[in-house]
């Protein structure tokens, strides 16, 4: 009887954490995942390296302390993206831009985490600006277009009017050009 209610457990735990895996799965395909992951990764190894040599530099009082700390910003924003990135799917595209410029200019006051650090934060900023949403996700609602996208519609046809308009003008123009110059 004993093996029995430990087998009804077992069997409890493995539905347990396939739910879990599941509803994890769920929410990872929802969002940027791996490139919030390496953002975040990234972030640490940026702000890793200018933290091992702050804190004697700050009881030392060098000049190159304020540098490391910019360093260490840039770390902790690119850090910072990473998380953003896992909460606000909807700005993968901004998030990501911000990501690779933040890991860029780590380069200077980190040197952007021994380079990998940077390397892994251009990578998951564009796997941030790569990630689209699933097609069930989103929504294909027609509505009309706004006050703005009519008054740009007709100044782009009032433009192209005059366009056109101009360059049938200079056609035949050039037409005219070419005719007096053959009778002459």
């Known amino acids: 009887m004993a093996t029995q209610h430990s087998q009804d457990g077992s069997e409890t735990i493995s539905d347990r954490l396939s739910s ?9 395909t929802q969002r940027p995942f791996l490139g919030g992951v390496l953002l975040c990764l990234a ?8 933290m091992q040599i702050l804190p004697d530099l700050i ?3 060098g000049q190159v302390a304020g540098f490391l700390a ?8 690119v850090f910072l993206t990473g998380i953003y990135a896992l909460y606000k799917p909807t700005l993968s595209d901004e998030i990501g831009v911000i990501g690779v410029v933040l890991s860029i200019f780590s380069l200077f006051g980190s040197l952007g985490g021994l380079f990998v650090g940077m390397l892994l934060g251009i990578l998951g900023g564009n796997l941030c600006l790569a990630w689209q949403p699933d ?5 294909d609602t027609v509505t009309e277009p706004s006050k703005v996208d009519r008054a740009a519609a007709r100044v782009r046809g009032s433009v192209l009017g005059v366009v056109g308009k101009s360059v049938a003008r200079l056609r035949g123009e050039t037409g005219r050009v070419q005719r007096e110059g053959a009778d002459e």
């Open 135 to 139: 097609a069930e996700a989103v929504d």
């Open 59 to 61: 009881f030392i009082g």
């Open 20 to 28: 879990r895996l599941s509803r994890f799965n769920d929410w990872r």
């Open 43 to 50: 972030g640490i190894l940026i702000t890793w390296v200018p």
């Open 70 to 77: 910019i360093g260490a910003l840039f770390g902790v924003l």
